[in-house]
């Protein structure tokens, strides 16, 4: 009888097994789509403005949050803030559990304000993100209800992505991560892809004859370069001949920055504090670092030239070594950009070295392989024509 209760303890084993492989399958979040599939389901839902306003706001939380009360069990481990976030996150489950809603969205708030830089605060974000995408990218329902969801997902889910868990021992992202930025991207595109506009998100613009992108950036003084108003508009493509007199443009409204991570070599885009694009880089050696702070883009330039600092001239050097040199290391772009601390010599540019992009590599800028450094030069903007310069910040 004995081996006969063994077999049966296996199948009942593995019947288990499977069983939470299926549950955390259903759990995950949506498979993304490509902004292209996106963009044809958004053709049919202009005009609905003021219904995707109003269901944006049923999904954000109003009015004071309650005093925030001592934790009552929190490990004495943890830093004082990531102890009261997991307080906060301990007593929104309360409330949700109680039926309370509206005390938890009150509490919410001081998990998306006072302790938002948390990683419990994150961790919270990340489970609301995900519950509200899998909302979002339900096509039983109208598309003008699931925009303002898709909205509030994408910013969710952007604030986790920093979180240690989500990337390995080595700082290179994990499966799950890259699942997370895939599904952003999807909402991304839903939201700005939608030809009803969401208020504070999105704006319509028709193109006038002569129109082209930088002239559109320049003109309407867009906080980011042409790059942004092409990517959604023309599904990904960002040849700025494509566009037609007449065409009727979908715009973010807000303003692009660019994030520096030195420790994992990481370089993301965010519009309006959501990731659109993630590239790897190059950063300072050890002798010559990168250092942290808050630049803004001064200028850009293709094929530059090398005007080499005085600190890195030898005897008999060149001051100055032209495009295509090999001893250039600017690449095929050059973006100069500067902060009060560091006003001039670095820079985010290409590079003939590309081998060393996500390694420790540089004399202080931050390094790209070239055809993302020429893309980039389209993405960020000057502070000419009195328009907002792109913001770079490095952690």
């Not at 807000?254 to 990481?266: G, I, K, M, N, P």
């Not at 993630?278 to 808050?294: I, N």
Request: glycine content about 10%.
């Amino acid at each position: 009888m004995r081996p006969t209760w063994i077999v049966l303890g296996l199948v009942v084993g593995l019947g288990a097994v499977a069983y939470v492989k299926l549950r955390e399958r259903a759990d995950a979040p949506p498979l993304a789509k490509s902004p292209a599939a996106v963009a044809k389901a958004g053709e049919g839902a202009a005009g609905a403005g003021e219904d995707a306003a109003g269901a944006r706001k049923a999904v954000e939380p109003a009015g004071e949050a309650p005093p925030l009360a001592k934790s009552a069990g929190a490990p004495s481990s943890l830093p004082p803030e990531e102890a009261a976030a997991a307080e906060v996150r301990t007593q929104v489950d309360a409330k949700r559990r109680a039926g309370d809603g509206a005390a938890a969205d009150l509490l919410e708030k001081r998990l998306d304000g006072e302790l938002a830089e948390t990683a419990e605060a994150r961790r919270h974000a990340l489970e609301r993100g995900t519950a509200l995408a899998k909302e979002a990218l339900r096509e039983d329902r109208p598309l003008d209800a699931r925009v303002p969801l898709a909205d509030r997902a994408r910013r969710d889910l952007s604030r986790a992505l920093s979180l240690p868990e989500l990337f390995d021992a080595a700082g290179a992202p994990t499966e799950e991560r890259a699942r997370l930025v895939a599904t952003i991207a999807t909402l991304n595109a839903t939201v700005y892809t939608w030809r009803g506009t969401l208020p504070g998100v999105t704006t319509a613009y028709e193109v006038k004859p002569g129109d082209s992108p930088v002239r559109i950036v320049s003109r309407e003084k867009l906080p980011y370069g042409p790059n942004v108003l092409l990517f959604w508009n023309h599904g990904g493509n960002l040849d700025p001949s494509r566009l037609r007199a007449g065409e009727r443009l979908v715009l973010p409204t807000e303003a692009l920055e660019v994030r520096v991570d030195r420790a994992r070599h990481r370089m993301g885009l965010y519009v309006g504090g959501v990731l659109v694009k993630e590239l790897a880089v190059g950063v300072g050696k050890p002798s010559t670092p990168t250092y942290p702070g808050v630049y803004e883009v001064k200028d850009k330039y293709l094929n530059p030239d090398w005007h080499v600092p005085p600190e890195l001239l030898r005897p008999g050097d060149a001051r100055v070594v032209p495009y295509g040199d090999p001893r250039n290391e600017l690449g095929d772009a050059w973006i100069p950009i500067s902060s009060v601390e560091h006003p001039t010599g670095y820079g985010i540019h290409g590079t003939n070295k590309p081998d060393t992009v996500g390694t420790d590599c540089s004399n202080g800028c931050v390094r790209l392989r070239n055809p993302e450094a020429v893309e980039m030069t389209g993405w960020v903007r000057t502070g000419k024509n009195e328009g907002p310069a792109t913001r770079v910040v490095i952690r």
